[in-house]
């Protein structure tokens, strides 16, 4: 056979089978980031090879696909290793990076077509958002985790506080990541986030047992008293606490309506501010439609407020808890307007409900604005009368129920007053706060609560008058045609016991001038007043300390708005500074001078204060503030003035711009430099140590000075500021021998420091129940009274007082009596010290009796 011809049969050659793609077998902890990690490839090839993201959930996922590129491990028989929680947090910020590039580059280089564009910006969106939650958790995991074993086995006593720990690890995790900007950015988005979480679930208590909605949101409160308005929003937003908002408002529909106006009024007093809004507005607008109880409740409380005085005054404190936000707004004109359509055709019934509610300390505002909804349906008349209602009822409230808490008081401290106006003369300050205190401690607690509850009701009867006042100073402009004139308004102040009673509520809380309206009051008070040199300086450091040094400290250079509302300010303080008796020409240089350093605090003066430069800011700051200590007036009452002033826009500017806080070490450094350039304080140790103690936290009004300033940190220097002036204020006036000035500036003090500082201790004996306060009642003239009969028991009570001062010797305490206030305030005037007067009366008694006065012809002897 020949062999075959090779070239005449068509043979196919043999092709091998594709290998099937390598796979892997998902375990436990397995993330997308993980495995493209352990297979040297990119998490993007890995997820586009299985068909889906780069974020995916493996835990459902069997076996994965691997990249025809991918690279086993040396030993892939053995798992990966699972990632650490700083892997898995790192893996997450790079996938959050890439996402962020896709969408950036996917929007770059899309077609000029502004659909095709949406699509893609929408696409790529979804995709970064969900990029970033898994970032979010990631870093949760890391700072978890850091925080359970930092403190696991730790005492309590001992453990680092968490957001220390919370600080410490966002940090660190930001420091892996340096010179990438947008990771840094998203890293402290995601901290402080977690971080603002930690803070809300640590403030929000939880509670087992019969708990009223009411009792939590007061117990919450607590919790939320010296934190920033920040966290007050995230916690007040939270659906637990949401929950008990809807529940304390259903809580009160369910009582009867007496009793659901008080439950209200009473909750609104112990929360927050935007907390009792949140509750008025679901009492006021239930959300369920099926309820009847709470559909009828908020008209029922307005049927009742008509007829009701205590109803009203109820109605009142929660009409007067809502803000100036359109919501709020729009709540109280529904509330005044089903008042309004009620009672227009009849009033007679509610004005005088109105009338005596209001006499008895019910605020005024809300028969305002219901006469103002009268005016508007064309009921004038009825409107007239519900005016007329405001208006005698502010001046029932002046005529009648001040003159009460005055005399009330009077006969509650009549001994005390007599004591301090016989011996005060020859005691020092610091003695007769000691010797007031030990005489309040003899007296006992059932004397001590009688005293509280008296001076509380003439402060809040005091600090009803001054919103009556300010709220009928600025109706509606639908009333003004027959509203009172401010003439005629000015005559309710100009009496003596009402100077006497506001001087008095004022020095226990400057707080009672807070707002709009009470300022108001407070500047025609002064008006009116400006001859009464006592009054003036009674009142005057309380309303600078709660309206004009607040709208100075809110500067920002760089925002025009608020550098007009400061300019408004300086105009509203020039005019009170004339009232105050300051010489014209003072309140010219002084003003002018405010203006000039605004000026170049928007020029340049803080410029690198927006970049955390504060203290190139201090610098530049400071020879502006230097001229206002060397003018003209630097050592007189305008001085205080206006180099408080200074320091209020100075330092208001810094904390402003800078973002900085007071309870930075630097800034309060800075503040100091501050104050010493001005000469706002004379002893730089003592500012220091206000800088220190101020807390918003303590004290009476704490919810008072949030709602306007700018942020904490204003709010604190607002403390520093209100110290200082009242502490220079003292000063002088104890160089001048001006113990009225002397008293009545600490006093201020006092007041400041309950509403400032944290606790009555803080302050020693000024920030006790009653404090200096009580010497004002002296000095004013208020309960003077006769001496008791028996001389022998008031001679007794003289030795306690003056036992209770620390002076030890009976011989001096027994001579200081027989010579009384006149003799020893005699002493005073020819310049002796309440120590010399002390040492004359032990070692020297003959001389107590020289007559300490001049001949007919002036001449002393």
Partial sequence: MRPADSGSVSVTPYVAPPAPAPQYTVQPHDTVQSVAAAYSVTPEELARTNHIDVNSDLSHITVLSLPSNAVAPAHNDQPPAPQTPSQKTDAAIAAYDAAVKQRDDDVRNAPHNGAIRQDISTSDSAAVDQAKKAMDAAIQDEIGGQIASRNSGVPAEFQTPTDQIIKSAGDAIAARHQGDSAAQSAISASVGAYQLQQQTNALIPSFSGPWSASDKLAALSNNLHGQSQDVIDHVIADPR????????????????????????????????????????????????????????????????AATDKDTYKNLSIIYGA?????????????????????????????????????????????????????????????ARSILSAATMGTHNLQKQTLAQDVQAYAKQTQELNELIKDLGPGLSPQQEQQAINSYMASKGKDWQDQLGSIKDKLVSDSRAFSNDLGELLDVPDNLKAFAPTRDGLGKLTDDDTTRQAIAFAASQDPSIFDGKDAGEAAKLMIEVSHKNKEFVTSIGPAYLSRNLLPALAGLNPNDPASVAKVNGALANLKEVAGFMGLPQSDIEEGTKKLQEEIEALKTESLADASQGKGINAVAATRNELSEMKEMSFSSGPAGVLFRAAALAISGGALLNQSGTTADDPSTKNQLAELAVSVGAVQDTAAFGTAVGMVDRSGGVGKWALGANLAGQATEKFIGILNVLYFANSAQEGYEKHDMPTEVLSLVGAAGVGLSVFGGADALGGMAGPIGLGIAVVASLGIGVAEHYANEREYHEAEDKFLEGAGIEDAGARSQMISVGGEQLQAMRDRGMSTQEIQDIAKNNPEWMHIAYTNDPLGRPY
Avoid: H, Y
């Fill in 241 to 304: 606490v949401q929950g008990w908002i809807q529940d304390a408002a259903k809580e009160a529909t369910g009582k009867p309506t007496v009793d659901c106006a008080k439950d209200l009024a009473d909750l609104v007093q112990k929360v927050p501010p935007d907390l009792a809004r949140q509750v008025i507005q679901a009492w006021w607008t239930p959300s369920d439609a099926n309820d009847l109880a709470a559909q009828l409740s908020p008209g029922n409380v307005a049927t009742i």
């Fill in 322 to 382: 809502l803000g100036d936000d359109p919501q709020s707004q729009t709540l109280k004109q529904q509330i005044a307007s089903t008042i309004a359509s009620q009672q227009q055709d009849n009033p007679t019934f509610a004005q005088r409900t109105f009338t005596d509610a209001i006499s008895e300390g019910g605020n005024a505002q809300l028969a305002i604005d219901v006469a103002s909804q009268m005016q508007a349906a064309g009921k004038s008349d009825a």
